[in-house]
């Protein structure tokens, strides 16, 4: 091989030195844009619309909460599909109206069915990209084996099958019943405190917050899905001592406090795993606050009503997403969403399959991700309560809300309870279609529908959509894309958790 031929040779193998380091920087480039990113969702039980310090609180401190906020994007009109617990969750994980899947209100201890094999949870969703998939904190979505957490897509859970008041103690359970079940404490399918103490439930907030955290340490290497599900601020009211007396609104304020510490160390264990750039973050209330219970419920602040009710302070929940590699920070969104859209949302950003059966919510990522000109992509979005009831209907940019005649129940004129014991309602209705400006009356206050029958009629032909699809008991109305939930045969003796 003569001299000029060795340099040609020598030239070759740098180029391709080169070219192959070239391509490895680019390939590294590619994968650190497409890295896939950790989700945390905190989804607390019965918290107002203005107990978090940034909408308002008072009586308390967040600054948890506040940071999470300064640091990501704070949504004022957020909304849940239906201010009850099961019916909440449900739309949550799997991207539908509650009463479309067939669980609606909540789930008592002697149900025999819950969520179904066939629909498609968020943590089913994610693990078709590889995510780890953990929950702690209360489920109810079916208490029984086939309803589980760990059946729906979770690779592990530590918390309740439902309601902490769902629970003999509870003065609430005047009912006649007897015999309640007991208030199991799970780990993943087996029962490891078989009936849930008052001094469990003081520690029930600390426990979640450390499972939440060792899951995050241990699954730091990969992506995640943490579910945080918090019991409280649910009545019956229970903090443990570090937070007792702290606050200015006496157990309600002590609780909130605990909260707010809890969401600082997830947020902290996600720093010191360098992980927080690329968490998606989101904080939000199952619905608004239980006013029957008085100084034991929350505040919906200037919205009408709350848990139970159709109404702005049953939907609109406090809602906080953080994001830093993707979610302007410090910023502030007045956009209608509902919990419904996150499943489609996070689908379109990991790239994952939505399910092939019919879901309710679209991707609104441009929206959570402050996009110039986004817009809501929904017609509309229907409130449902009761049983199929068809109570409310609102235009997806937030502005326009009918309420329909319907019955509800109110606590605004008395108070409620006092120390924990529940209050009294009034039972009062909607004896005609009733419009509201929301842009300008949040408070669902005066009713405007005389002055705007083109927009009566325009959510009157959304209202018939959703009739046809899932029915509408107000109006004798069945739906044809109503699915059934899960069931199975039991006897009531069978439905207590065993050991």
């Avoid at 609102?394 to 109110?410: A, N």
């Avoid at 005389?450 to 029915?471: H, K, N």
């Amino acid at each position: 091989m003569n001299s000029r031929q060795s340099g040609m040779n020598k030239k070759s193998r740098h180029g391709a030195v080169w070219c192959g380091l070239f391509c490895l920087l680019a390939s590294f480039a590619l994968a650190q844009e497409m890295k896939l990113p950790n989700i945390v969702i905190i989804y607390t039980d019965d918290q107002g619309y203005a107990d978090v310090g940034c909408f308002g609180a008072k009586g308390f401190t967040t600054p948890n909460l506040d940071r999470l906020a300064k640091e990501g994007r704070q949504f004022t009109n957020f909304h849940v599909a239906q201010a009850v617990c099961s019916a909440s969750r449900t739309a949550l994980l799997t991207g539908c109206y509650p009463n479309r899947v067939g669980i609606q209100g909540a789930l008592n201890p002697w149900a025999n069915f819950g969520i179904s094999d066939s629909e498609t949870t968020l943590a089913q969703l994610v693990k078709q990209r590889g995510y780890a998939t953990g929950m702690v904190g209360k489920w109810h979505l079916g208490h029984l084996p086939p309803f589980l957490p760990t059946r729906h897509g979770f690779d592990e859970w530590f918390g309740l099958p439902y309601s902490n008041d769902m629970w003999p103690p509870n003065p609430k359970k005047s009912s006649g019943k007897k015999n309640w079940p007991p208030l199991p404490l799970f780990e993943n399918e087996k029962v490891v405190i078989p009936d849930v103490s008052a001094a469990d439930q003081e520690q029930l907030t600390t426990w979640y917050t450390e499972r939440a955290v060792k899951f995050i340490d241990r699954n730091k290497a990969h992506p995640f899905f943490l579910y945080v599900a918090q019991s409280m601020p649910h009545v019956p009211l229970h903090v443990s001592d570090k937070f007792k007396g702290k606050s200015d609104r006496g157990l309600y304020g002590d609780v909130i406090e605990e909260i707010d510490w809890s969401v600082g160390q997830i947020l902290d264990a996600l720093k010191r795993n360098g992980l927080e750039e690329n968490t998606w973050v989101v904080f939000a209330s199952d619905n608004g606050p239980w006013l029957v219970y008085g100084d034991h419920g929350g505040s919906a602040g200037p919205l009408r009503e709350g848990k139970g009710t159709a109404w702005e302070g049953g939907t609109r929940t406090p809602c906080l997403m953080r994001w830093p590699a993707r979610i302007p920070g410090g910023t502030v969104c007045n956009d209608m969403l509902m919990t419904i859209d996150l499943l489609p949302t996070i689908a379109k950003i990991i790239g994952a399959t939505l399910p092939e059966h019919p879901i309710d919510g679209l991707d609104v990522w441009p929206i959570v991700s402050g996009q110039p000109g986004a817009t809501n992509p929904h017609a509309a979005y229907w409130f449902y309560y009761g049983k199929d009831e068809l109570q409310a209907i609102t235009t997806g940019d937030g502005r326009w809300k009918l309420q329909f005649p319907h019955s509800y129940g109110s606590v605004a004129d008395n108070g409620g309870g006092k120390n924990g014991a529940i209050g009294s309602g009034v039972g009062k209705k909607v004896v005609k279609t009733e419009l509201y400006d929301l842009s300008n009356d949040i408070g669902e206050s005066v009713d405007v529908a005389d002055q705007y029958p083109e927009i009566v009629a325009r959510l009157e032909r959304d209202a018939e959509m959703a009739r046809t699809e899932l029915g509408d008991t107000l109006t004798g109305r069945t739906g044809k894309g109503v699915r059934q939930p899960g069931k199975v045969k039991t006897e009531p003796k069978d439905h207590l958790p065993k050991e």
